[in-house]
């Protein structure tokens, strides 16, 4: 349920407001709009007098919110939700951002040379794994720490910001003395004690979409980070399963478009673990930014068929150079900007 206030409420009034629901026992989330403040009410509603509620000075409407997630839902946050990565970007608004990097840390050479191209490009934010999700425990696993340790470095010599994968809760501390944004992995969007704990992180958050989740799913899933209190969330949209074989996952765009209908995140798009073939990317990123994508995450390599992860999907430094210019061009052609302000 949410309460919209009338564009005049005082703060007394909303305070009144939020007392009264949280009285009765439930949780209340205050949203500040450009238009009216709303306070979405979790929790069982039964146990609040909606009429009451609703006579209360201030009030304008109360509204049941049918969807199972609320907080993630654009009647609760009509205005899109900008979120910060350090100074580097702001992600929903009008510009289009830019990370890039390789799927894993290799060496301290590979991920240099990688954030050298990827600021030269102007991008915003570099991204490597440290903590690497394999499918196969026998596939290359991450450099760990001393990955965290490399990204950083290359991207603070370079201005750029960090986005790389937490897979655990024991990470979350690690990961985030390096990372300006936590990426959530495919295969970890139902974990729900990582969520739940990463609601606490005090970072922004990237949540990918899980490979066979419904967008339902994926907004319950960021819905269980946002009602911990952190407010940071910015979906993935990856690709998910389907019957096609010819591509590694088909990359769902539609949901571009579906989530800002129902939501209020921001969202970006991975064309390169979509498709997972390097002939593919370009063609994909450019749809997702003029679907609308708030920016997009490509894997580069400096030496693509010696990568030790998803080198065949990773671009070389020219061909991710080309793509960037020309989805400038699109992001232009829709009145926003991709990358770094020049
Ligand atoms: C990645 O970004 O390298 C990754 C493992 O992605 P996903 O979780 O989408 O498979
Ligand atoms: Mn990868």
Redesign the pocket.
Known sequence: MIIICETKATENQINALQQKVREAGLEVHRSDGVEHTILGVVGNRNRLDMEAISMMPGVRDVVIVSTPYKLASREFHPDDTIVRIGEACLVGGMEVAVMAGP??VESEEQIEASAEFVAASGAQIL?G?AF???SSPYSYQGLGVEGLKLLRKAADKHKLAVVT?VMTIEQIQTVSEYADLL???????QNYPLLTALGHAGKPILL??G?SATIQEWLMSAEYILTEGNPEVIL?E??IRTFETATRNTLDLSAVPVIKHLSHLPIIV?P??GVGTRRFVASMARAAVAAGADGI?I?IHPNPDKAL??GPQSLPFEEYGLLINRCRIIATTIGRRLGKAK
């Open positions: 799927c894993a991204r794994g690497k999700p394999r994968e990426q959530v992995g495919a295969r970890n969007m990918k979409r490979m993935c990856r690709g991975d390169s673990h995450m894997e992860s998803d």
